[in-house]
T-cell receptor, first 117, second 111 residues
Framework: GENVEQHPSTLSVQEGDSAVIKCTYS??????FPWYKQELGKRPQLIIDIRSNVGEKKDQRIAVTLNKTAKHFSLHITETQPEDSAVYFC????????????????FGAGTRLAVHP | EAQVTQNPRYLITVTGKKLTVTCSQN?????MSWYRQDPGLGLRQIYYSMNVEVTDKGDVPEGYKVSRKEKRNFPLILESPSPNQTSLYFC??????????FGDGTRLSIL
């Protein structure tokens, strides 16, 4: 089955710096890779996702890159702000999104990002 | 407002006392899942459902049951809870090919 590894487990940056979180996956059939942000005591919320037919996707200060050959994908946050402080989770489908939709979404262990003013 | 609603939000109970956590979504989504979240382990899938009366095991199904009698509801049942099931639980739903939406979570403590 799919295995997703996420690094680093904790990340501390100064406000205005960039933050990068990396994930690797094992299932070559995976084709959907979402990123979730979870603030303390709240539910995970989707912040960006990417499908395997594109290599990069950007939404304002957030971008995700995907390298299918190497089976890794990364989250990039530029110009970090204190409100970016949270736990971030990557995930990958076990199998194809379109084989009836993905049935199993495997999550990484999470990265705790702290942005210091 | 589109949402996934879980109840209760918090529950403290004792070993062996059957409990049910309810989950309901108002987005007409086909797919629903239950996850548990433990420190350092991320979110692990317990069970999922692809539609009414269609369910399957996730990665950590032992000690749990689910049912999907209606499209909008997907309750999680702990027939005989044990302390190792103390955790934060999330229900989630999604439409075909769409993103996953999570509920607000249920914090269970089993003494």
């Amino acid at each position: 089955g799919e295995n997703v590894e996420q690094h680093p487990s904790t990340l501390s940056v100064q406000e205005g710096d960039s933050a990068v979180i990396k994930c690797t996956y094992s299932d070559s059939a995976s084709n959907y890779f979402p990123w979730y942000k979870q603030e303390l005591g709240k539910r995970p919320q989707l912040i960006i996702d990417i499908r395997s037919n594109v290599g990069e996707k950007k939404d304002q200060r957030i971008a995700v890159t995907l390298n299918k050959t190497a089976k890794h994908f990364s989250l990039h946050i530029t110009e970090t702000q204190p409100e970016d402080s949270a736990v971030y989770f990557c995930a990958a489908t076990e199998g194809s999104l379109f084989s009836g939709g993905y049935n199993k979404l495997i999550f990484g262990a999470g990265t705790r990002l702290a942005v210091h003013p | 407002e589109a949402q996934v609603t879980q109840n209760p939000r918090y529950l403290i109970t004792v070993t062996g006392k059957k409990l049910t956590v309810t989950c309901s979504q108002n987005m007409n989504h086909e797919y629903m899942s239950w996850y548990r979240q433990d420190p350092g382990l991320g979110l692990r899938q317990i069970y999922y459902s692809m539609n009414v009366e269609v369910t399957d095991k996730g990665d950590v199904p032992e000690g749990y049951k689910v049912s999907r009698k209606e499209k909008r509801n997907f309750p999680l049942i702990l027939e005989s809870p044990s302390p190792n099931q103390t955790s934060l639980y999330f229900c989630a739903s999604r439409g075909y090919g769409g993103p996953q939406h999570f509920g607000d979570g249920t914090r269970l403590s089993i003494l």
